[in-house]
């Protein structure tokens, strides 16, 4: 397996939290989505990363697209704990969340990246909306689901991670008066699968990533 990225983007993170969970060994190559290779162009409809690339002898290489389809097949024929509910419905409900939590990503990038003050106040109050939602719906905790940590964590862990680095250079008071996601934050920061997802300067780099945007950072 190798796992075509990016390192900073939050999709990537996602699949690698899953691959950490799973314990599945997997390479890796890093591509600039600055400037695209034709090769990715070729195998990735969109131009996006991840791609999760199969090579086995005497075949031609397969791959799949897309995180959310990549967090299915790893869920269906990878070793270890399974990380969706076993009934269909709960399962579904997982699915839907996940796809809540890209929506959530989508915010938080129009958040990041206002040009200028009117912008940022939008894109702050929508995330608000977004964030208020999913603190109505999360169990007790410590994860999504209660105890039991589940693909849906591995969905919004990237998404807390990046407004942890914001509030590092300036508090943003998107999650307060969300004791319940606040908490989420902290249990999946400390989880060894999520914690190691990416480098140790993930957030100087994250924020530089920014910085060339001119973001409001």
Not at 9 to 21: G, H, S, W, Y
Not at 102 to 108: A, F, G, H, M
Not at 171 to 190: I, K, V
């Amino acid at each position: 397996l190798t796992l075509i990225h990016s390192p900073s983007c939050p999709f990537v993170q996602r699949v690698v939290i899953a691959l950490n969970e799973k314990h599945v060994d997997f390479d890796r190559l890093a591509v600039d989505l600055g400037a695209k290779p034709d090769w990715l162009l070729a195998i990735s409809p969109l131009g996006q990363v991840p791609v999760l690339k199969f090579e086995r002898e005497g075949e031609q290489p397969e791959v799949i697209f897309e995180s959310a389809a990549i967090l299915d097949y790893l869920e269906e024929t990878a070793p270890g704990e399974k990380l969706y509910p076993t009934e269909p419905l709960k399962r579904a409900q997982h699915r839907a969340w996940i796809a809540f939590s890209s929506n959530v990503l989508d915010e938080l990038y129009r958040f990041s990246t206002a040009a200028d003050g009117a912008a940022l106040s939008a894109a702050h109050a929508a995330l608000r909306q977004k964030l208020k939602r999913l603190e109505s719906v999360r169990n007790a905790g410590p994860y999504f689901a209660g105890q039991h940590f589940s693909l849906v964590d591995a969905a919004f862990a990237p998404a807390f991670r990046q407004i942890d680095a914001l509030d590092r250079v300036s508090r943003t008071g998107l999650l307060d008066g969300f004791p319940g996601l606040e908490d989420w934050s902290r249990a999946l920061a400390a989880r060894e699968s999520v914690r190691v997802a990416v480098p140790r300067d993930h957030a100087d780099h994250y924020l530089d990533q920014l910085r060339t945007k001119h973001a409001i950072v």
